[in-house]
């Protein structure tokens, strides 16, 4: 299965509400603050929505609630990895994105046979504090190197006018938060994306 070139991601349902009818056909759903009892209903909301537009869903770090609701991907960093059950997870038919900061956490992502693996931040991003400084491009093209045909997520700070330079440093995919649920106009700025990963 070829993922789409853009993968915005949002935290809430109502945020794919808004972007899936624009065409929005990879998206991922990051909720960081509410109690995973709650998140049944809300997870397999969005991936009826998901599936009602074509688009795939990935969840995120929630595997057990994504096994339970019958989703078809899942994202997990390498914190999330300490505590997953991967052979659940593969069981379920689940297919895993993981994410990567440096060359320890690819090899270990890459032992554990992920459908892409994510690369951040590429540039500072305003969305989380993190330990990494940003990656850059170069990093972008080593970790190509070293995935192969492996799809290759580009994430952190990446921005429409960003995303030519991150295609042809070697990623697959560009992942974006803020550049979205930041703009003024959220759906013309996911427009521009569709125009630029198209
Ligand atoms: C596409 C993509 N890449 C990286 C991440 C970050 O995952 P993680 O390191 O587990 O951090 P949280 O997003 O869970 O805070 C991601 N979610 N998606
Ligand atoms: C959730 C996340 N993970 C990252 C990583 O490097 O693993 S960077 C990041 C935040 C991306 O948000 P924005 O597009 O607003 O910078
Ligand atoms: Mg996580």
Redesign the pocket.
């Known amino acids: 299965m070829r993922l789409d070139r853009f993968y915005p ?1 949002f935290d809430s349902v109502a945020w794919l509400e808004r972007m899936l009818p624009l065409g929005v056909k990879l998206v991922q759903l ?1 909720i960081k603050d509410t109690p995973e009892v709650e998140l049944l209903p809300i997870i397999s909301r969005a991936q009826a929505l998901c599936r009602q537009h074509g688009a795939v869903l990935v969840v ?1 770090d929630h595997w057990r609630v994504a096994i339970e609701a019958g989703c078809d991907w899942l994202h997990l ?1 390498q914190e999330d990895l300490d505590e997953a059950d991967l052979p659940a997870i593969r069981r379920a038919g689940l297919r895993l994105g993981i ?3 440096d060359h320890d956490e690819l090899d270990r992502a890459l032992l554990l046979g992920p459908d892409y693996v ?11 504090k ?1 330990k ?1 400084e940003q ?1 850059g491009l170069e990093r972008v093209t080593e970790w190509k190197r070293l995935v192969g045909e492996l799809p290759l997520v580009a ?4 921005r429409v006018e960003r995303a030519a330079g991150a295609f042809a440093a070697g990623a697959d995919i560009v ?5 979205i ?2 703009h003024d106009d959220p759906e013309a700025r996911a427009r521009d994306w569709i125009e630029v990963t198209r």
């Open positions: 991601i990051r995120n960093g994410s990567t900061h994510a690369l951040g931040p590429v540039y500072p991003t305003i969305l989380k993190m990494w990656q994430i952190g700070g990446m992942s974006v938060v803020t550049d649920t930041l």
